[in-house]
């Protein structure tokens, strides 16, 4: 079996997956601000990173996942202006800040969870780690890579890069060019260049969170807290740093610098990111008014939804584009994700409750053997270049087919012969609880009734009562699901 490729945003290529303390492997990723609601643009940037956490333990790695709260030091706007995104609401709805955080965490995690998104191993918050913070703001000033400028420090991104000569590495920018550009912007105030940033800020009068500094009263810059938890909990060096890819620059671009100029490596060996959600086109964000929260999503209450769709519907929908490609949210994708998922989990009912059958007048098929393998095979590559999760479910839906034959009676068992039907169905059963995390989403008040209701049904078709028939038919169709009237059983199924 060929091993695990990823595209390094870092070198532009996808490289063969090398951890630098095999088995273990350190992920960090960059978790939300906690100022507002998570729209489903930020669900897919956390799955991409499930998917990857899900795959690495599938494949034997330890994986320490790293993923954080942003709590403070996110300004509104651009060049360290601005309010601090949570002390703004604060402001606004007039109370704490931490209570818009643990209210919009709170609501993230529960977003998660309904994803079926697994708990990151830590997650720390960038207002539990200001200790840390200064003392990397220390540790900068005194290495001459920084400047206290009027109660704020800034990172000297010329000094920086005359040193290391790879700032704009990861963006692909060079420092010459995005000099050019701003040197005419007016308003730089205290920097002595606009592309210096702020590790840490004074903080104004009415400023709410602030901690007190060598510097005096401030609060830290945005980029500062992933360096310094990165490294307190994976060291100078980790393996992969993963993020949406608007973080790329200037966040990604500072915590390199900011990493280099810390610990003299440069801290990430593989950097990945992952691309937007779009709706007609465009990254799908609160700002520009297109966005929708998941729980709309669920109750089909936003004007862009033709209907509700569930949790796992929209994870499916996710998980059938590659995270490196663009994803355009619409309807007509997501009826047809629908349909792709229940289908792939009626399939998942099916096998779960099969077993090998020896049967010594059956001679193993060849073909349907090739068949099976084949799609394994399939499977496991696509995962293997770069997550290519829509390669996987196409190698899935092939061996779904066989699962089909299976179950109709039209390929039997012991054509397959013993460990290549183990495999399929361990393979099966594994790519979608343990890989893609798709559940069955069950219909808990209707299943109780299903083998009754069955019963009734058959009865009644046995005494030509076609009326009563109909009916049990449109119960289950009510509840989303459908009788299966096969000629060696009567069986039932999710509507697909
Ligand atoms: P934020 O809370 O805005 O910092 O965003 C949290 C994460 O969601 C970041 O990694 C962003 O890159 C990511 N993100 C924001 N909008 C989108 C989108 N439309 N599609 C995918 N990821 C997004
Ligand atoms: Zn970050």
New binding site residues.
Partial sequence: MQSLKIYNTLSREKEVFQPLHPPHVGLYV????VYNYV?L??V???LTFDTLVRYLRHSGYKVRYVRNI?DVG?LTGDSDEGEDKIGRMARLEQIEPMEIVHRYTDDFHKVLEQFNILPPSIEPTATGHIVEQIEAVKTLLDKNLAYESNGSVYFDIERYNQQHKDYGKLSGRILEDLLTETRDLDGIGEKKSPLDFAIWKKAAPDHLMRWPSPWGSGFPGWHLECTCMSTKYLGKQFDIHG?????KFPHHECEIAQGTGLNEVSPVKYWMH?????VNGQ???KSLGNSFLPNELFAGSHHLLEQAYSPMTVRFFMLQSQYRSTLDFSNEALKAAQKGYKRLINGLRLIRDMEFMADETIAVDVKQVEEVEKAIEGAYEGMNDDLNTAVAIAHLFALLKKINQLYMLQVKPAQLGEEVFNKLKTTYMTFLADILGLEEERNQAFEPLIDGLLDLYRDFKTQKQYDKVDQVRSVFKQNGLVIKDLKHKIDWAYEE
Avoid: Q
């Avoid at 960059?30 to 601000?33: A, E, F, R, Y």
């Fill in positions: 960059c978790g939300p601000t729209h643009g930020n897919r940037t956390f942003t996110h993020g949406g890819m608007d973080l992952s691309n937007m959600l779009t990254k799908m964000s």
